[in-house]
Nanobody
Framework: QVQLVESGGASVQAGGSLTLSCSASGYYYNIRWLAWFRQAPGKAREGVACVTVASGSTVYADSVRGRFTISQDAAKNALHLQMNSLKPEDTAIYYC???????????????????WGQGTQVTVSS
């Protein structure tokens, strides 16, 4: 089992920055991929960014590439999402997710991730 707890959500002005964090506990050494997803009101949940734990390689959604940076702190069993140049359309609940039984480079499709945090709200006002 893996437990994930997100933190850092807040309300910010457009153009601002925010860093989200996710603390992982449990069988952290079995985690292969870590990812951030988000769900805006009335929309389906979408993948934002992921990292392959062993290699550190990352994948980003087109909508956030160049503005968001995903990073991991293996020593602290933590995952971060640095978000810059925030837009109102970035408003959503952001979720941390973990995949254990996967191979290769991380993927942003939900079915790969059986472990999820409770989410943290990010609101960007114009």
């Amino acid at each position: 089992q893996v437990q994930l707890v997100e933190s850092g959500g807040a309300s910010v002005q457009a153009g601002g920055s925010l860093t989200l964090s996710c603390s992982a506990s449990g069988y952290y050494y079995n985690i292969r991929w870590l990812a951030w997803f988000r769900q805006a009101p009335g929309k389906a949940r979408e993948g934002v960014a992921c990292v392959t734990v062993a290699s550190g390689s990352t994948v980003y959604a087109d909508s956030v590439r160049g503005r968001f940076t995903i990073s991991q702190d293996a020593a602290k069993n933590a995952l971060h999402l640095q978000m810059n140049s925030l837009k109102p359309e970035d408003t959503a609940i952001y979720y941390c997710a973990a995949a254990l039984a996967t191979l290769g480079r991380c993927d942003l499709r939900e079915p790969f991730y059986p472990y999820w945090g409770q989410g943290t709200q990010v609101t960007v006002s114009s």
